[in-house]
């Protein structure tokens, strides 16, 4: 069975740091463009930013420009999203998704075909 299956949220005071997984299962991720989402209690579920299945990435949303890097190694069938000087409107439910050559941040976008069951991260003091 294909799945994605995020990991490494967490609770993280502000201005912190963690680094978000998104593992492939079930099939080899070479191919797939992933992009990671996030929705916060009451709000919609937004994108973040996406990587192409060359290594490429996709505009991050302004608010996380210059603080949060996503990245893939193919090798180990993950892509990750590195978020530093993390900040309480960071906290969500963060999610990957992904679609095999398309690369989408769009988090209606009904070709993202697969979605991991999210990951909570907290920032809080």
């Known amino acids: 069975q294909m799945q994605l299956v995020e990991s490494g949220g967490g609770l993280v005071q502000p201005g912190g740091s963690l680094r978000l997984s998104c593992a492939a299962v079930?099939?080899?991720?070479?191919?797939?463009?992933i992009g990671w989402f996030r929705q916060a209690p009451g709000k919609e579920r937004e994108g973040i930013s996406c990587i192409k299945s060359t290594g490429s990435p996709r505009n991050y949303l302004d608010s996380v420009k210059g603080r949060f890097t996503i990245s893939r190694d193919n090798d180990a069938n993950t892509v990750y999203l590195q978020m530093d000087s993390l900040k309480p409107e960071d906290t969500a439910v963060y999610y990957c998704?992904?679609?095999?050559?398309?690369?989408?941040?769009?988090?209606?976008?009904?070709?993202?075909?697969?979605w991991g069951q999210g990951t909570q991260v907290t920032v809080s003091s």
């Open positions: 079930g099939f080899t991720l070479d191919y797939y463009a």
């Open positions: 998704a992904g679609a095999p050559y398309y690369c989408s941040s769009d988090a209606t976008d009904q070709y993202l075909e697969l």
